[in-house]
């Protein structure tokens, strides 16, 4: 079954560093209810710029998830759908 996934690229500067901390985690419990899986990386060059990787096992289950989040995704709508290679 394919997966839908959104990135979102996202620029922490140092006093903030901690409070993003904090909402990562408010995101990660809101998406594992929602029966997504949220992840983030950090650019190894650039600290503070961060990937945000929200994961769907459908798009549908991912937009839901996205409406109710308790923090805005920049562009919720934009869905990457696996593809499937034989």
Known sequence: MPKALTVQRTLVIPPDRERFHE???????????????????????????FLEFFEAPDAE??????????ERVLDPRRIYSEVELP
Do not use: D, F, I, N
């Open 23 to 49: 909402r990562m985690l408010r995101k990660r419990e809101h998406y594992a209810q929602a029966k997504c899986r949220y992840w983030v990386v950090e650019e190894a060059s650039l600290p503070g710029a």
């Open 61 to 70: 289950t991912l937009t839901r998830a996205h409406e109710a989040s308790p």
